[in-house]
């Protein structure tokens, strides 16, 4: 898992309603609106572990102080599913997904694959907390920290959900299971990372359970039974 910032590649989210512009058309029904400031750059200290670092991923922190802005604020405007990609008529989020599927899924809906640093502040909000939640870990809300992720021919288990089930663990934007549940596949512009992709929240990866974590060593076709989406625009 790479968690560290990308000097050599910005790519600069399209904002909506700026100065001069006409006023941007409201979301679609199952899109929520994310605005406000995002911080380029957080410090965030975590006061409690549940383990050690280094043990299930990069630990499990229980609590986190609140969360402290070391970057610049840059102002963003764009829309955001609300839930994961569900395909009608199924009640799971879809998974076996590689981000190139995802894109063209996105595309061929009228929308485009989320950037890492939109996906970023969907998550955390302007108070840039560590869950979408707040300072303590979701673990009774979110679909994560589950007990067995393995069968007994230490195969993966389908951990999925469906969306409709994790009503309490929402964002401060009102963005639905953003940590736990699939991973979901999102336009790298933040993590250092030898491919354009990258992967977000799931509940595979216990440092990945929070907002600002993502995996960026698997490639634009990598696909497994965990891997989705969620569209923006």
Same mark, same amino acid.
């Given at each position: 898992?790479? =968690?560290?910032?990308?000097?050599?590649?910005?790519?600069?989210?399209?904002?909506?309603?700026?100065?001069?512009?006409?006023?941007?058309?409201?979301?679609?029904? &199952?899109?929520?609106?994310?605005?406000?400031?995002? $911080?380029?750059? =957080?410090?965030?200290?975590?006061?409690?572990?549940?383990?050690?670092?280094?043990?299930?991923?990069? *630990?499990?922190?229980?609590?986190?102080?609140?969360?402290?802005?070391?970057?610049?604020?840059?102002?963003?405007?764009?829309?955001?599913?609300?839930?994961?990609?569900?395909?009608? *008529?199924?009640?799971?989020?879809? *998974?076996?997904?590689?981000?190139? &599927?995802?894109?063209?899924?996105?595309?061929?809906?009228?929308?485009?694959?989320?950037?890492?640093?939109?996906?970023?502040?969907?998550?955390?909000?302007?108070?840039?907390?560590?869950?979408?939640?707040?300072?303590?870990?979701?673990?009774? =809300?979110?679909?994560?920290?589950?007990?067995?992720?393995?069968?007994?021919?230490?195969?993966?288990?389908?951990?999925?959900?469906?969306?409709?089930?994790?009503? &309490?663990?929402?964002?401060?934007?009102?963005?639905?299971?953003?940590?736990?549940?699939?991973?979901?596949? =999102?336009?790298?512009?933040?993590?250092?990372?030898?491919?354009?992709?990258?992967?977000?929240?799931?509940?595979?990866?216990?440092?990945?359970?929070? $907002?600002?974590?993502?995996?960026?060593?698997?490639?634009?076709?990598?696909?497994?039974?965990?891997? *989705?989406?969620?569209?923006?625009?």
């Amino acid at each position: 898992m790479s =968690v560290r910032p990308l000097a050599a590649l910005v790519l600069v989210p399209f904002v909506l309603g700026a100065a001069g512009d006409p006023p941007a058309e409201p979301c679609p029904g &199952d899109m929520v609106a994310v605005e406000g400031e995002y $911080c380029t750059a =957080v410090k965030q200290h975590c006061q409690s572990w549940m383990e050690p670092p280094g043990i299930a991923g990069d *630990g499990r922190c229980a609590h986190f102080d609140p969360s402290e802005c070391v970057g610049e604020r840059k102002p963003m405007r764009f829309c955001i599913d609300r839930d994961e990609y569900t395909p009608a *008529g199924q009640t799971l989020p879809a *998974g076996t997904l590689s981000w190139t &599927d995802a894109r063209k899924i996105c595309t061929d809906a009228g929308k485009r694959l989320c950037l890492e640093s939109e996906w970023n502040f969907a998550c955390e909000g302007e108070q840039m907390v560590p869950y979408p939640t707040g300072l303590d870990r979701p673990s009774t =809300v979110c679909n994560f920290d589950q007990h067995h992720l393995l069968d007994h021919f230490g195969k993966p288990l389908d951990l999925r959900k469906p969306s409709s089930s994790l009503v &309490d663990c929402v964002s401060p934007f009102g963005v639905r299971n953003m940590v736990g549940n699939i991973d979901e596949w =999102v336009e790298r512009d933040v993590t250092w990372g030898p491919h354009r992709s990258a992967l977000k929240g799931g509940w595979w990866l216990a440092g990945r359970n929070r $907002c600002r974590p993502a995996t960026t060593a698997h490639d634009e076709i990598y696909r497994d039974f965990q891997t *989705g989406l969620r569209c923006c625009r």
